[in-house]
């Protein structure tokens, strides 16, 4: 299902990324960087933090809530250091640390709008 986002491709700047509800009421953080654009769902699929209060690290978006990283083009797990730098996290379990992949969608400018794609 092709969706909206009711962003307009002009009111994206390049290297920047945005929190958008689509009408299925998820919620997506849709972004350009270098020209290219990404979205990827907004809750960490570490612990459900949300990733649009997170910052870019290259072409990852680091979770502000214990720091992994996800590409936000292909959504892969990049890094997971924080649990081994700070001894906060040490003790806790590898359930605890498991993260699946960030959930990444197809996304497009079409006529000066900004669509994504949702299955
Ligand atoms: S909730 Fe995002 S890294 Fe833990």
Not at 6 to 25: A, C, E
Request: proline share 1%.
């Amino acid at each position: 299902m092709i969706l909206d986002t009711g962003i307009l491709s002009n009111d994206l700047n390049d290297n920047s990324f945005k929190k958008v509800t689509l009408q299925n009421n998820e919620e997506i953080v849709i972004g350009k960087m270098n020209g290219k654009l990404y979205a990827f769902n907004n809750i960490c699929p570490h612990r459900g933090a949300s990733l649009a209060k997170g910052t870019l690290h290259g072409n990852n978006i680091v979770c502000y809530m214990h720091g992994y990283e996800y590409n936000v083009f292909t959504g892969k797990l990049e890094n997971m250091k924080s649990w081994k730098k700070d001894d906060r996290w040490m003790e806790q379990t590898l359930a605890w640390r498991h993260s699946e992949d960030l959930k990444t969608y197809n996304i497009y400018e079409e006529n000066g709008k900004i669509l994504i794609e949702i299955n």
